[in-house]
């Protein structure tokens, strides 16, 4: 009776730590940090002997093998400090995988995990909706307080906290019936006006046709077809404001000269970019450039076994972008935008493989479980890291590996779960 009433406080205690790491993500980095670190030594203290036998799953297997990877990138680069100093960064994936795995992840540790996601979502953005209408009354204008300036006060990226936003709209969509009608109400105002300042494209785009799918999916009676046309009339409201509007129109800009760009190591041939020219690149066709210089320095260097390495990634690409005019005091310093790239041109062909290939499991074992919030998840997530490189940030380690974890640990404890039950009955 102690044993049960000890492990049931333990789990309470494990679930409210989760809880608190998905709602510290939504604030400063180092309190998301110090919930990080307070759920693992919770967890080194209570330790549990049969975490042993989970740490033979796929999904707590790949952070440890890729830290390893990681480190002897790091070890082996010739900026060998930039290397090391990018080891504790890549720990926070193996430490997340460890408290997932010690807890008892069931449907109630996910929906308390989110729920606590939610609230601190709401009030989150709620404090930086206040703090834009100040900036406005002092003068300020509504362009001014949009993207990076929307995010600032909590020195938080707008892709990352959109990404955050859009995961408490989606629990509020699945679980939202245990929610006040008022909450839910005020709730998805906020967190549309706030994913519609974070402004970030591709999170705004998936999210209008995920919901378009799963209103369309619904549409089995008049309430349900109001709900759609509401939801259209929104999302046709956020796309329309002038700063959402103006960062797609100017941002998905493409040129037909743009593909007439080829990379090459012979200088004399290289396309040297103008001052006029610069200016006018989109964010759409400066991608595509990073991305075709990328792919071809690496393959032409001879690094596409073993990447550029943890450590010299960074310098390889600044000398890259100068060579063609894009640096300095333009680009200098920016990662490739696309971490698949970004996993080919820093680790070589066989981690980029290893890393599709745990984003295939990571999709599958979503589909296989047939929850909405862990595919909406995978897909947002998968389709942002086409735009993207989030895993090089302690936010975007976190949020990515953390839910991730977390959603297939849910799925293998309720198998593990089933088979017990068939083969005691």
Same mark, same amino acid.
């Given at each position: 009776?102690?044993?049960?009433?000890?492990?049931?406080?333990?789990?309470?205690?494990?679930?409210?730590?989760?809880?608190?790491?998905?709602? %510290?993500?939504?604030?400063?980095?180092?309190?998301?940090?110090?919930?990080?670190?307070? @759920?693992?030594?919770?967890?080194?203290?209570?330790?549990?002997?049969?975490?042993?036998?989970?740490?033979?799953?796929?999904?707590?297997?790949?952070?440890?093998?890729?830290?390893?990877?990681?480190?002897?990138?790091?070890?082996?680069?010739?900026?060998?400090?930039?290397?090391?100093?990018?080891?504790?960064?890549?720990?926070?994936?193996?430490?997340?995988?460890?408290?997932?795995?010690?807890?008892?992840?069931?449907?109630?540790?996910?929906?308390?995990?989110?729920?606590?996601?939610?609230?601190?979502?709401?009030?989150?953005?709620?404090?930086?909706?206040?703090?834009?209408?100040?900036?406005?009354?002092?003068?300020?204008?509504?362009?001014?307080?949009?993207?990076?300036?929307?995010? @600032?006060?909590?020195?938080?990226?707008?892709?990352?906290? %959109?990404?955050?936003?859009?995961? @408490?709209?989606?629990?509020?969509?699945?679980?939202?019936?245990?929610?006040?009608?008022?909450?839910?109400?005020?709730?998805?105002?906020?967190?549309?006006?706030?994913?519609?300042?974070? %402004?970030?494209?591709?999170?705004?785009?998936?999210? @209008?046709? =995920?919901?378009?799918?799963?209103?369309?999916?619904?549409?089995?009676?008049?309430?349900?077809?109001?709900?759609?046309?509401?939801?259209?009339?929104?999302?046709?409201?956020?796309?329309?404001?002038?700063?959402?509007?103006?960062?797609?129109?100017?941002?998905?800009?493409?040129?037909?000269?743009?593909?007439?760009?080829?990379?090459?190591?012979?200088?004399?041939?290289?396309?040297?970019?103008?001052?006029?020219?610069?200016? %006018?690149?989109?964010?759409?066709?400066?991608?595509?450039?990073?991305?075709?210089?990328?792919?071809? $320095?690496?393959?032409?260097?001879?690094?596409?076994?073993?990447?550029?390495?943890?450590?010299?990634?960074?310098?390889?690409?600044?000398? +890259?972008?100068?060579?063609?005019?894009?640096?300095?005091?333009?680009?200098?310093?920016?990662?490739?935008?696309?971490?698949?790239?970004?996993?080919?041109?820093? +680790?070589?062909?066989?981690?980029?493989?290893?890393?599709?290939?745990?984003?295939?499991?990571?999709?599958?074992?979503?589909?296989?479980?047939?929850?909405?919030? $862990?595919?909406?998840?995978? =897909?947002?997530?998968?389709?942002?890291?086409?735009?993207?490189?989030?895993?090089?940030?302690?936010?975007?380690?976190?949020?990515?590996?953390?839910?991730?974890?977390?959603?297939?640990?849910?799925?293998?404890?309720?198998?593990?779960?089933?088979?017990?039950?068939?083969? $005691?009955?």
């Amino acid at each position: 009776m102690l044993a049960q009433i000890r492990n049931h406080n333990t789990k309470s205690v494990q679930d409210v730590l989760l809880g608190l790491v998905a709602a %510290a993500l939504l604030f400063k980095l180092n309190i998301a940090n110090l919930a990080v670190i307070l @759920a693992v030594v919770y967890n080194i203290v209570f330790f549990k002997r049969e975490t042993l036998k989970k740490l033979k799953s796929f999904v707590f297997v790949f952070p440890v093998v890729f830290f390893v990877i990681t480190v002897l990138s790091s070890v082996f680069s010739r900026n060998f400090q930039e290397g090391i100093r990018s080891i504790d960064l890549n720990l926070l994936m193996v430490l997340l995988a460890f408290i997932v795995a010690n807890a008892t992840v069931n449907t109630k540790t996910v929906t308390t995990v989110f729920r606590f996601l939610f609230y601190a979502a709401v009030l989150s953005v709620s404090a930086l909706l206040v703090h834009v209408c100040i900036k406005v009354f002092n003068g300020a204008s509504i362009t001014s307080t949009v993207f990076h300036e929307f995010t @600032a006060l909590y020195d938080q990226h707008p892709v990352y906290y %959109a990404i955050l936003l859009s995961l @408490a709209l989606i629990f509020l969509y699945v679980n939202g019936q245990s929610i006040s009608k008022y909450v839910k109400a005020y709730a998805v105002f906020v967190l549309i006006v706030g994913l519609a300042f974070c %402004a970030s494209k591709a999170v705004l785009f998936f999210n @209008a046709v =995920a919901y378009t799918v799963l209103l369309v999916l619904k549409l089995n009676n008049l309430k349900a077809k109001l709900k759609f046309v509401l939801g259209l009339l929104v999302v046709a409201l956020v796309y329309n404001t002038p700063f959402v509007k103006e960062r797609f129109v100017d941002g998905l800009k493409f040129h037909k000269s743009t593909l007439n760009f080829k990379p090459t190591n012979v200088y004399p041939e290289k396309k040297i970019f103008t001052y006029e020219e610069k200016q %006018a690149i989109s964010d759409l066709e400066l991608r595509y450039i990073m991305a075709t210089l990328g792919i071809y $320095h690496t393959l032409e260097s001879g690094n596409a076994l073993t990447g550029f390495g943890e450590g010299d990634i960074q310098d390889n690409l600044d000398y +890259y972008y100068l060579s063609y005019n894009l640096a300095p005091n333009w680009n200098e310093g920016k990662n490739i935008h696309n971490q698949y790239i970004h996993m080919f041109i820093t +680790y070589g062909v066989f981690t980029c493989l290893f890393f599709i290939c745990y984003m295939v499991y990571s999709c599958y074992m979503a589909i296989r479980s047939k929850s909405i919030l $862990h595919i909406f998840f995978i =897909a947002l997530v998968s389709f942002v890291f086409i735009f993207e490189v989030i895993l090089v940030r302690n936010i975007g380690i976190i949020l990515f590996y953390f839910f991730n974890t977390l959603l297939i640990a849910k799925h293998i404890y309720f198998e593990n779960s089933n088979f017990r039950n068939k083969r $005691h009955s």
